[in-house]
């Protein structure tokens, strides 16, 4: 999860409403914790490296109070107000000359992690310039308003101050304008309801004079004068920038409150602070202004800047103190909670049924009975309509429940979960790299009944009890063996490999992973056990992700019974790292499919940060046939050595352009990174990088060129290979190409370009082939040209001139070397590739055994199927399995009313 660098507290006020000349109100204690170092500590679980701490009143005690090293201090000399403290941050920032993403907030704030997360995630996936934390409105606050647009976007923050100034201004002017005179008593009375002395001085300027130092109460037409209509509505221009207004009335009734909590660019940040004045109800330079100056402003190339608001509705999320009542409500919160998280309390809900009470209304649905009407839509929601898989999948839930009732009791409440296999029709072995990976689910899934438990035990049962025996562990067992300082020390630790290894693959190791990942996110909470009844149709060691479909199910379950507050983009990225202690080091690309899968429809998704970027319809004219070679790809054998030697040779590789090219360093996170668009280079640049890079290398003499806290951590995470190379330039050629190709194909297939579309897949499978099948039948090794005159030549044909050499030459067209199929795939794709109607043909998974995939008209499914039975199934002695798949929806609990 990406986090902000920097942070700015502000510190500096004097909390005067606490009611303590000794204490400063940050350093007030909750549960035996002062509420900065509280806040401070949760900054840091999330991700955020530096705070700059603004001190102003009693900063001494606030810099005694501070337990954390990661922290810089600055100054506020006067309160001006919350904008001109975190001015003095922003000075900070400056010196540091980063332009760095920055959380500003006050010291008070104490915000759930959870909350932050998914905060960040917000600001990071769509881009924002400026994201902050809104409320619903509940009570009567003096939190600021946020306005919207009639579309639901932001439009602008006014702050209760200005709100009760300009009702104020709005009575006197409407009562002049009546023609009716106004006593000096009821105008002082009115305002002394509102404001203190001090701060109506500020608020009412000339009006205040009037009544205070000359002691009278002005005639009707200085009243006007003195109260301008403007100061009477609140202006703005809408999205056409046409001039609107809204009375203090219609601000005041807006649905959400301004907790605040801003996260924001530096460069937006400093364009706020230039622009900012003190022309309002308190005199002082307000920070929430930031919201209005940006939405209603613009950038230098006039385009707008993206605001966006994360409503929070738990209103223990986010908590802040004004006063001593105030804070014995927040001490009494968090004193509760740590009450409830000592002792597990599983849910009952409406998602829990009788098992005997879900084994009738199934039945009933299969039977067609009005009574499972409910039901039997929520079917047709999750697979379609089609008759046959209907059937198939409600035998499957029946068949669930009847061995469900055997092993936990028919009377026993649970809940149901399924969870899809999953394809990824374009962008194979990108997604750890950032790429786009386009993602449907299949009609082939894992389904479980759960049923939780008062202890921590996870207890697993499985309809094929004699490949997956019951097995059963407890939480906190594993927890008390296992290092905890963080995730990845976990999954790195002697103790975790040597249970990978002595596991040997088995089932329950992937019901741990999910597990212990939410344990450890969850760290504050002891998670409730389960038992788990588990079926499947997904075939095994395939490609298609059954082993992560277990994975998703599970942390399903435990999210579901435990009540944990995750959302989808995190709940991905949580799956992706708990599968990795099994021992790969994969992305999160088959358990974003999984999860985000919709009926009908293939996903177009990125990484860091995750984000849904397209949804488009599969074509209604071709299946999807997923065909298995019989040879299994077991994540837990050699096969992960060789999985995670590709991932290493794709980290070298990009550290190798960064020193090679430093100029470009800042931008190259991750290896998609390096592309014409974010570098502003053109194509003929990245061809001259590659070949910078060495085809391949050894470990020593990789040493050479890159320092050690950077290739023993990649080296350590696999075995050395049999040729002891690290083929770096066709797998950084391979991953280049395919973050081209994945981000091209959604655009193809949307435009029903479908030659294209074979031939994409086409081209990425040359890119992992390791044999060809020639005319006469036999195989021929094969790999894809890499070495510098195939470079150069691409640089001579996009130089050219000519259209054909030029098109030929892009990025999406070159296949690189990756190398993860084997012969028997190679074979099935170019006997695919034989008949009329297929358009493409290429590895399913992540490779090393598993299955093809290929595209293929209506029309042509039976040829095809024939041609694979005679061509390759009859010629190797395997079994037939031929799946023909569209897309069904993604991961759920299922939630259907009995």
């Not at 909470?525 to 009844?533: A, F, K, S, T, W």
């Not at 590789?653 to 430093?662: A, D, Q, V």
């Not at 990245?686 to 070949?691: E, M, Q, S, V």
């Not at 995939?853 to 002695?877: C, D, F, I, W």
Request: aromatic share 8%.
């Amino acid at each position: 999860m990406r986090a902000p660098k920097y942070s700015i507290i502000l510190a500096a006020g004097k909390g005067t409403r606490m009611h303590s000349a000794n204490l400063h109100k940050v350093c007030f204690p909750i549960d035996g914790k002062a509420a900065i170092n509280r806040s401070l500590e949760t900054y840091d679980a999330c991700g955020i490296s530096y705070h700059i701490i603004v001190v102003g009143a009693i900063a001494g005690q606030v810099m005694d109070t501070v337990a954390a090293e990661n922290v810089i201090y600055a100054y506020q000399a006067e309160q001006l107000g919350t904008a001109h403290a975190a001015r003095q941050g922003a000075k900070v920032l400056s010196a540091l000359n980063d332009q760095a993403e920055v959380l500003v907030v006050a010291g008070d704030r104490l915000i759930e992690a959870q909350v932050l997360e998914q905060f960040f995630d917000l600001f990071y996936s769509q881009n924002c310039d400026l994201a902050f934390l809104a409320l619903p409105r509940r009570r009567p606050s003096n939190l600021g308003r946020i306005l919207l647009h009639p579309d639901g976007s932001v439009l602008a923050d006014v702050e209760a101050a200005d709100i009760r100034q300009r009702q104020i201004y709005s009575e006197f002017r409407i009562q002049a304008e009546k023609g009716k005179a106004l006593s000096r008593q009821r105008m002082l009375k009115r305002i002394r309801e509102r404001f203190s002395d001090e701060k109506a001085t500020k608020a009412f300027g000339d009006l205040w004079h009037v009544l205070i130092k000359e002691k009278r109460s002005p005639e009707r037409e200085e009243t006007l004068t003195l109260i301008p209509e403007e100061l009477t509505r609140f202006a703005f221009v809408d999205r056409e920038g046409k001039p609107f207004s809204l009375s203090p009335e219609q601000v005041e009734n807006a649905q959400l409150y301004n907790s605040s909590v801003y996260l924001v660019k530096t460069q937006a940040l400093e364009f706020v602070l230039e622009s900012l004045d003190r022309n309002n109800a308190q005199g002082e330079e307000y920070l929430p202004d930031m919201i209005t100056i940006l939405t209603q402003s613009r950038k230098a190339d006039g385009s707008a800047f993206t605001v966006k608001a994360l409503t929070v509705q738990d209103e223990h999320a986010v908590m802040a103190f004004n006063d001593p009542a105030e804070l014995l409500e927040i001490e009494a919160y968090v004193q509760a909670r740590k009450k409830q998280q000592m002792v597990p309390t599983p849910p009952e809900g409406a998602h829990f049924r009788q098992i005997s009470e879900w084994l009738v209304v199934f039945r009933d649905a299969l039977a067609g009975k009005n009574s499972a009407l409910e039901l039997r839509g929520e079917l047709e929601n999750l697979y379609g309509q089609d008759e046959e898989l209907l059937g198939v999948r409600s035998r499957a839930y029946i068949r669930l429940l009847e061995y469900s009732a055997t092993v936990i009791g028919g009377q026993e409440r649970v809940l149901l979960v399924r969870s899809p296999g999953r394809v990824n029709m374009m962008g194979r072995h990108v997604d750890h790299q950032g790429g786009n990976c386009n993602l449907m689910t299949i009609g082939y899934e894992t389904i479980i009944a759960v049923r939780p438990r008062q202890d921590d035990r996870v207890c697993l049962y499985n309809l094929d009890r004699e490949r997956f025996p019951d097995r059963e562990f407890s939480i906190g067992e594993m927890v008390a063996e296992l290092p905890w300082d963080d995730w990845i020390s976990l999954i790195n630790s002697e103790k975790v490999s040597h249970l990978v290894l002595s596991a040997g693959g088995d089932w329950s190791q992937y019901v741990k992973a999910a597990a212990l990942r939410l344990q450890k996110k969850f760290a504050a909470q002891r998670l409730c056990g389960i038992d788990m009844v588990v079926s499947g149709n997904i075939p095994i060691a395939a490609g298609l992700s059954s082993s992560s479909a277990l994975v998703v199910a599970t942390a399903e379950a435990m999210a579901a019974v435990n009540r944990l507050n995750t959302f989808p983009s995190q709940f991905v990225d949580l799956c992706g790292q708990g599968e990795w202690f099994v021992g790969t080091r994969g992305g999160s690309a088959d358990h974003a499919a999984i999860k985000y899968g919709q009926r009908g429809k293939v996903v177009k998704v990125t990484f860091f940060e995750f984000a849904v970027e397209d949804i488009f319809p599969f074509p209604q004219d071709y299946a999807l046939l997923v065909c298995d070679s019989g040879v299994k790809a077991q994540k837990t054998t050699n096969a992960k050595d060789q999985f995670n030697h590709r991932v290493a040779c794709y980290r070298i590789g990009t550290l190798l352009i960064k020193k090679f090219f430093p100029q470009y360093a800042p931008w190259i996170q991750h290896l998609r990174d390096v592309n014409t668009r974010h570098l502003s280079v053109p194509l003929s640049w990245i061809y001259k990088t590659l070949l910078h890079l060495p085809e391949k290398m050894t470990r020593d003499e990789l040493r050479e060129l890159l320092p050690a806290d950077q290739l023993e951590p990649l080296f350590d995470s696999h075995k050395a290979p049999a040729d002891r190379m690290y083929p770096i330039r066709g797998v950084v050629l391979y991953g280049l190409a395919e973050c081209e190709r994945s981000r091209y194909f959604a655009d193809a297939l949307k435009a029903n370009r479908l030659e294209e579309i074979g031939r994409l897949m086409n081209t990425s499978q040359d890119g992992d082939r390791v044999v060809r099948l020639s005319p006469d039948g036999e195989m021929l090794p094969y790999s894809s040209p890499t070495d510098n005159s195939y470079l150069l030549g691409l640089i001579d044909d996009l130089e050219s001139g000519d259209p054909q050499r030029v098109l030929g030459a892009q990025l999406q067209w070159q296949p690189g070397s990756y190398h993860c199929s084997i012969p028997e795939i190679d074979r099935m794709v170019d006997v695919s590739l034989s008949v009329e109607g297929v358009l493409g043909a290429q590895l399913a998974g992540a490779g090393l055994g598993g299955c093809m995939m290929l595209l293929v008209h209506n029309r042509s499914v039976p040829a095809v199927s024939g041609a694979l039975e005679k061509q390759y199934y009859r010629h190797t002695g395997k079994p037939v399995s031929i799946l023909r798949c569209r897309p069904i929806s993604g991961s759920t609990v299922l939630l259907a009313e009995v």
